[in-house]
C-alpha cells in the first residue's frame, strides 16, 4: 500500500519560532488526528535555525492528502499567519518505506 505525505517547511518571523511552533503543533496534531486518512507526523526541528521547521505528514490515499490540504493545513496556516516570514513551502511525495518506532510527548514541550 502507498502511502502520501506533504512536507511543509515554516518559517517563524525572528523570536516566534517556539510560540509558533507550539502552536501549529497543536493544530496539526488536533486536526490531523480527528481527519480520516491520517498516518503520522514527523515533526523537524532545526539545529542552526531556531525559527524553522519542517513538518511531515503521512496520508493513507491522494483523497485523504487533499481532504487534510482544506482540513488540517489551511487552519495551520490560518492559526501562525501572524508568526510566519512567509507562507509555507510545500511538497508532496510518494513514501516508499517506513519504519517508526518512536513517539514524543504530545504536546510537545521545549527542553
Known amino acids: 500500500m502507498?502511502?502520501?505525505?506533504r512536507m511543509t517547511v515554516w518559517h517563524f518571523k525572528e523570536g516566534?519560532?517556539?510560540?509558533?511552533?507550539?502552536e501549529l503543533d497543536i493544530v496539526l496534531?488536533?486536526?490531523a488526528h480527528h481527519t480520516a486518512g491520517f498516518r503520522g507526523a514527523i515533526s523537524l526541528l532545526a539545529d542552526d535555525d531556531p525559527?524553522?521547521?519542517t513538518i511531515l505528514t503521512l496520508w493513507v490515499d491522494q483523497e485523504a492528502l487533499d481532504r487534510s490540504e482544506k482540513e488540517v493545513?489551511?487552519?495551520a496556516v490560518k492559526r501562525v499567519q501572524d508568526s510566519i516570514d512567509k507562507p509555507?513551502?510545500?511538497k508532496n511525495y510518494r513514501v516508499f518505506s517506513t519504519e517508526l518506532f518512536q513517539?514524543?510527548?504530545w504536546p510537545f514541550r521545549w527542553a
Open 2 to 5: 502507498l502511502v502520501l505525505a
Open 16 to 22: 516566534k519560532g517556539e510560540k509558533g511552533f507550539s
Open 29 to 31: 496534531n488536533t486536526l
Open 51 to 53: 525559527n524553522a521547521v
Open 73 to 75: 493545513f489551511s487552519q
Open 88 to 90: 509555507p513551502q510545500i
Open 103 to 105: 513517539r514524543s510527548e
